[in-house]
């Protein structure tokens, strides 16, 4: 019994396990744009990501839809994100930016076109 409450107040006092976004939009208003989530604590680091695109959203989420974390990096320089086709393992975007602050400026690549963009913790 003793040991369970111990467990149980272990448990209890352990920090939770928190999320943050990263919303990235071209400078000139248009698409493509990229939101990341963010895992803060351990293990922390890009959990996830999704592009809009034709006003739609794909997702590293949601298997269907063919994206895939293939690298990323985040430091307090930088923000580097690479997704890539889960089938052919093609390149779908990828993201370089300087942080500043809670944002950052950099690009996106995406179907060969280079975007200028601006990007905040959402």
Known sequence: MRYAIAAAALCLSAPAAATGGFLCAPTGGEE????????????????????????????TMKPGEGLVLDQWWIDRERTWVDLVNRETGAPEAQLRVRNEGYGGTGTLVRKGRTHQVRCRQD
Not at 37 to 58: F, L, M, N, Q, S
């Open 32 to 59: 493509p744009a990229i939101s990341l989530v963010i895992g803060h604590g351990i293990p922390g680091g890009v959990v996830g990501a999704a592009v809009k695109e034709g006003g739609r959203w794909r997702s």
